[in-house]
């Protein structure tokens, strides 16, 4: 995988231009990088559904994700410190430098006890969608859901900030809920009339929120009295329009692909 092109959108001081002691100033660039790779190199064949994204003429996938880099303006210490994001968020610097957990770490305090600062908030990848010829790719997925208080409903991939792999027309008909008290109990079905997809919406504070209403939704999980803490809800259902990349383990959701039609 290669970047084509970086484009860089801002560029502002870090923590008003605070010279620390190793590394000198520091400044934060805000860019999207933009990535080609050839869908039939033996390397990528873990990636799943690449095959089946889109290509473009040259026969590669084009694909973008959003970047940020603490950069030194003095030229540093020639050292590169690379971090994944978890979730969109960058943990690096909490976890090695004591720094406070932010969105958007700009100020001196940010960097915690260290020199290096992660970028703002989620950081998000442009993938594009598997697809048979124009239709999109759609298969068996497996989501594990296991809640420590009563929730009524949660995306299908446990996480708000996190996309979900939407239920297909026919899978909204096909799905199965099980749940089971421990990893080794027989797990149990949960009544088909007793959960649907679909999302709890409202009972927030203000007027405009304040009423409560079942939506109807093909990424979210509603369960009929609510999830119970410590209990493994197990839901297999056909999702459609998966993203070709690695298969989402965010929280404990899984998302092997067993099958495409």
Same mark, same amino acid.
């Given at each position: 995988?290669?970047?084509?092109?970086?484009?860089? #959108?801002?560029?502002?001081?870090?923590? @008003?231009?605070?010279?620390?002691?190793?590394?000198?100033?520091?400044?934060?660039?805000?860019?999207?990088?933009?990535?080609?790779?050839?869908?039939?190199?033996?390397?990528?064949?873990?990636?799943?559904?690449? @095959?089946?994204a889109? #290509?473009?003429?040259?026969?590669?996938?084009?694909?973008?994700? !959003?970047?940020?880099?603490?950069?030194?303006?003095?030229?540093?210490?020639?050292?590169?410190?690379? @971090?994944w994001?978890?979730? *969109?968020?960058?943990?690096?610097?909490q976890y090695f430098? !004591?720094?406070?957990?932010?969105?958007?770490?700009?100020?001196?305090?940010?960097? *915690?006890?260290?020199?290096?600062?992660?970028?703002? *908030?989620r950081?998000?990848?442009? +993938?594009?969608?598997?697809?048979?010829?124009?239709?999109?790719?759609?298969?068996?997925?497996?989501?594990?859901?296991?809640?420590?208080?009563?929730?009524?409903?949660?995306? +299908?991939s446990?996480?708000?900030?996190?996309?979900?792999?939407?239920?297909?027309? =026919?899978?909204?008909?096909? =799905?199965?809920?099980?749940?089971?008290?421990?990893p080794?109990?027989?797990?149990? !079905?949960?009544?088909?009339?007793?959960?649907?997809?679909?999302?709890?919406q409202?009972?927030?504070?203000? +007027?405009?929120?304040?009423?409560? =209403?079942?939506?109807?939704?093909?990424? !979210?999980?509603?369960?009929?009295?609510?999830?119970?803490? *410590?209990?493994?809800?197990?839901?297999?259902?056909?999702?459609?329009?998966?993203? $070709?990349?690695?298969?989402?383990? $965010?929280?404990?959701?899984?998302?092997?692909?067993?099958?495409?039609?």
């Amino acid at each position: 995988m290669s970047a084509v092109r970086l484009e860089v #959108h801002d560029r502002e001081p870090f923590a @008003d231009g605070h010279r620390f002691a190793e590394g000198g100033a520091y400044e934060v660039l805000t860019a999207t990088a933009h990535y080609s790779v050839d869908p039939e190199a033996p390397v990528l064949r873990s990636i799943t559904d690449l @095959d089946l994204a889109p #290509h473009d003429s040259d026969g590669v996938v084009r694909f973008s994700g !959003d970047i940020e880099i603490l950069r030194p303006v003095d030229g540093g210490r020639r050292r590169l410190f690379f @971090d994944w994001g978890n979730r *969109g968020n960058k943990r690096a610097v909490q976890y090695f430098c !004591d720094a406070p957990h932010t969105n958007r770490p700009r100020a001196l305090a940010d960097a *915690g006890n260290g020199d290096l600062l992660p970028g703002d *908030g989620r950081l998000l990848l442009d +993938l594009p969608v598997a697809t048979h010829g124009t239709e999109p790719v759609r298969g068996l997925t497996t989501a594990e859901f296991i809640v420590e208080e009563l929730t009524a409903s949660l995306p +299908l991939s446990r996480w708000t900030s996190t996309r979900s792999s939407p239920v297909s027309a =026919a899978g909204e008909r096909t =799905a199965r809920l099980t749940r089971q008290r421990y990893p080794h109990s027989s797990p149990e !079905d949960v009544p088909a009339t007793a959960w649907r997809f679909a999302r709890l919406q409202g009972g927030g504070h203000d +007027l405009r929120s304040q009423a409560v =209403a079942v939506v109807p939704s093909r990424s !979210d999980l509603y369960v009929d009295g609510g999830l119970r803490p *410590g209990w493994i809800y197990e839901l297999t259902y056909e999702a459609a329009a998966p993203m $070709a990349g690695p298969a989402p383990t $965010a929280g404990r959701t899984l998302a092997p692909r067993l099958a495409t039609t």
